[in-house]
């Protein structure tokens, strides 16, 4: 389950307990804790039978049998930008169907504008709504649009559907020890995208180059790991995860949950966007938790490693295998060093009104 709060720039980046249970305690901007979320989770009981796949911390859609197959669902808001929210929408949750063994079909949108939004600027989001649903092969098919006084920025809440073939669906808990983890795309590429549209004063010292790469990486080398997600499932993955809020480190943590394992990766066969990099750098992010849609993590049998990597390659998507499923728990180095997992994704602390310049654009 991914993106799941908005950042609230009122709420304080500390954790407070005054309670024995933990309600007195206060959620930092941006995801759930795992704990927390975990046990919301386990209060819901046991999922009908024919829930394949149901909510669970580092999963990123639901299955569910029906007569003719699987229909593989998902949710996510867009919050962290104001720019280009119509194709974020469609794309996350596109990846998000995708990594689940679907290919994304049909999409709903609930489209929150602020008061004294102009019909422009409406059309703008629908353009953009429009223009990635071509790009996926998807079709818009219900939703809601209100102008309220809820929010300050647009905010796309979007719900994409798929269908799969009985047995096809993919979970991102399916990786087994032994198996090889495969990054498939660069990272940080979303985070390089939203990054060079919200703190456009603040990388005003980049090579003119390197900021128009990454403003425009939502398009190029873009978002969508739809073909290579459907492509890993065919070849055999055990696993598929679309690491989003938190980065690259976050998407290896919620694997290694899901799959009850642990995680040791080789950081130095990481695959990264350099624009994002530079990005990062200037503003003093860690490219490990930055948003990283546009990156895949599929996990294969180590036999069946060498093959996904070439037929990835050849379909134009790079690719490299950057670690192994152990038994235990959490990330880790091949120096043995713990791989943290970031309390907050780097765009939402860096929107934080504490951060000397956060926010700027």
């Not at 309670?19 to 995801?31: C, N, W």
């Not at 998902?74 to 119509?86: E, M, R």
């Not at 290919?103 to 989001?125: I, N």
């Not at 065919?234 to 989003?244: E, N």
Request: aromatic letters at 2%; one cysteine or more; proline letters at 7%.
């Amino acid at each position: 389950m991914s993106r799941t709060s908005t950042p609230d720039q009122s709420v304080p980046d500390v954790v407070l307990d005054h309670t024995e249970d933990g309600a007195g305690r206060v959620l930092s901007a941006g995801k759930l804790p795992a704990d927390v979320l975990s046990r919301l989770l386990a209060d819901l009981g046991p999922a009908p039978a024919d829930v394949l796949i149901g909510p669970a911390v580092g999963e990123d859609a639901c299955a569910v049998e029906v007569p003719a197959g699987v229909i593989v669902g998902s949710t996510d808001p867009i919050t962290l930008t104001s720019a280009d929210v119509g194709r974020y929408a469609v794309m996350v949750n596109a990846n998000d169907v995708a990594v689940g063994g679907a290919r994304p079909r049909w999409f709903l949108a609930t489209v929150l504008m602020p008061v004294g939004s102009t019909q422009g600027q409406v059309e703008e989001v629908f353009g953009t709504i429009r223009e990635a649903l071509a790009e996926v092969g998807a079709a818009l098919v219900g939703g809601h649009t209100e102008v309220t006084a809820a929010v300050n920025q647009p905010v796309v809440v979007g719900q994409m559907l798929g269908l799969a073939p009985p047995g096809a669906a993919v979970a991102t808990s399916g990786a087994a020890v032994g198996d090889v983890v495969v990054q498939a795309g660069l990272a940080p590429v979303e985070g390089a995208a939203v990054l060079a549209a919200e703190a456009v004063d603040r990388l005003a010292t980049l090579p003119v180059d390197i900021r128009e790469a990454a403003r425009a990486a939502v398009r190029a080398p873009g978002i969508s790991v739809v073909d290579a997600a459907l492509l890993s499932r065919d070849l055999g993955a055990t696993a598929l995860h679309d690491p989003t809020e938190g980065g690259l480190a976050s998407g290896l943590h919620e694997l290694a949950a899901a799959a009850g394992a642990r995680i040791r990766v080789d950081r130095d066969q990481v695959l990264w966007f350099p624009p994002g990099l530079e990005v990062c750098r200037l503003l003093g992010a860690d490219p490990w938790a930055t948003l990283a849609s546009g990156a895949l993590l599929a996990t294969f049998p180590p036999e069946r490693t060498d093959v996904a990597l070439r037929r990835l390659s050849r379909a134009g998507v790079p690719a490299a295998a950057i670690g192994v499923v152990e038994a235990g728990d959490g990330v880790y180095g091949t120096d043995a060093d713990a791989l943290p997992w970031p309390e907050r994704d780097e765009t939402v602390r860096l929107q934080d009104p504490g951060v000397p310049g956060a926010g700027d654009g």
